[in-house]
């Protein structure tokens, strides 16, 4: 099944694939205001159809909270509060002690400011705002804000993660700089152009609505803000191709059920959806090889005795969550999964 996401002037429209998991696959991720409204004769059954959108989109929502309430203590105690892939060099087969996986993920945010063009002091002294849009416990902006000496809000829909990144930035003596709120990525509750840096480290991939979620990005980013966009993608779809293979669609449904994760987009769909605004420096890089040691050293740690109890103990979303960590590494090795980065800035 496909669904048509509610496309940009410029753009005719966007394909994605949809999952299996919640519902209603032919609007789920069309943003369903946006449908009431381009729909001038709306019959009764396009208007269950809306409601069932709404609500597929609601219990999406719902799943993630609960997912990352109940998981996010877990990963704290065994991978620190940075909740995404380290960045490792290319085909670097060393077995690195839990430290080298923590230097690896901060190693993550370094890249990715340096692809995103912070590369000297004179970009730095600029980041004055930052948003982290998906936040996990917080991990990201408190390094962006010692780094940057910058304020920063992160938003997550895990209450469980806004009061623990809370609490960290407490115990840091961060909380003047630094704060978690629970709210919605696709509705932010913030003024346009009022951050320096938006930043998006592993998010993406949960959001129903791509076009939507690149819009508030672009909304809230100050005139010359960055825009940072580092999520799981799908691979670029060749030229005539109009999906991926049934195959591989199925690797990236039985992902989607346990992560609770929508369709999947390819760093090509990104790219457009940035080009539908007034963006300048648009870029994008696959750096699927630089974090291929990542799951099977997650998989190696859960696997320690220390691992297997945590995980015993933290519930069936985290038992779930180990036992399709193989299915990442078969995804990667496949060429379905790719990690993205896609980065531009607002003009000023
Ligand atoms: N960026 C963090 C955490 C990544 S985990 C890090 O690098 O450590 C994914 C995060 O995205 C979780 O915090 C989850 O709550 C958040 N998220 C998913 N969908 C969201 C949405 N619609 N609005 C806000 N946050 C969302």
Known sequence: MEATLAAPSSLTSLSFRT??????????????????SMTTTTTARGNVAVAAAATSTEALRKGIAEFYNETSGLWEDIWGDHMHHGFYDPDSSVQLSDSGHREAQIRMIEESLRFAGVTDE???KKIKKVVDVGCGIGGSSRYLASKFGAECIGITLSPVQAKRANDLAAAQSLSHKVSFQVADALDQPFEDGKFDLVWSMESGEHMPDK???VKELVRVAA???RIIIVTWCHRNLSAGEKALQPWEQNILDKICKTFYLPAWCSTDDYVKLLQSHSLQDIKCADWSENVAPFWPAV????????GLVSLLRSGMKSIKGALTMPLMIEGYKKGVIKFGIITCQKPL
Request: no cysteine; aromatic share 12%; net charge negative.
């Open 223 to 225: 005139p010359g803000g």
């Open 211 to 213: 076009d939507k979620f």
């Open 299 to 306: 998989i190696r740690t859960a696997l320690t005795w220390n």
């Open 122 to 124: 004179e970009e730095e």
């Open 19 to 36: 999952n299996a998991s919640f519902g209603s696959p032919s609007l789920l991720f069309r943003s369903p205001l946006s449908s009431v």
